[in-house]
């Protein structure tokens, strides 16, 4: 695989490499439609975080509360994940790819 460096200026519009954005469509798009944007895009990272609590959780065969027992978060939390209200953050978002990666020894550690 080879590595192309490009330096830009973006104060300077000629530097930046030509990419395929419709500039009618990008002139044209209003705040609104950028904050309804945001908003699907939100909710869609936050479904992908739901399942894959979830998934980590049932690979290791445990009910949500057998759960939140063994990695000490309240079960609250944890059902707030499954269903998609709250998203693992920091040191819980690494737990759950430790335990999804090397299940085994993070349970073992968590003891």
């Known amino acids: 695989m080879k590595t192309i460096r490009v330096k830009i200026d973006p104060n300077n519009p000629a530097s930046l ?3 395929q ?7 044209s798009t209003t705040e609104s439609q950028l904050s309804a944007q945001q ?3 939100d ?4 479904k992908d975080s739901a399942k ?5 959780r049932k690979r290791l065969g445990l009910t949500q509360e057998e759960f939140s027992l063994r990695i000490e978060v309240p079960l609250n939390t944890i059902r707030n994940w499954e269903q998609g209200k709250r998203c693992p953050t920091g040191a819980a ?10 299940p085994e020894s993070a ?3 968590l003891r």
């Open 43 to 46: 909710a869609e990272a936050m």
């Open 17 to 19: 490499p030509e990419g």
């Open 21 to 27: 954005v419709d500039r009618q469509i990008l002139d």
């Open 39 to 41: 908003k699907i895009d």
């Open 93 to 102: 978002k690494a737990l759950l790819r430790v335990l999804d990666k090397s």
């Open 52 to 56: 894959f609590a979830r998934r980590v």
């Open 107 to 109: 349970l073992l550690a």
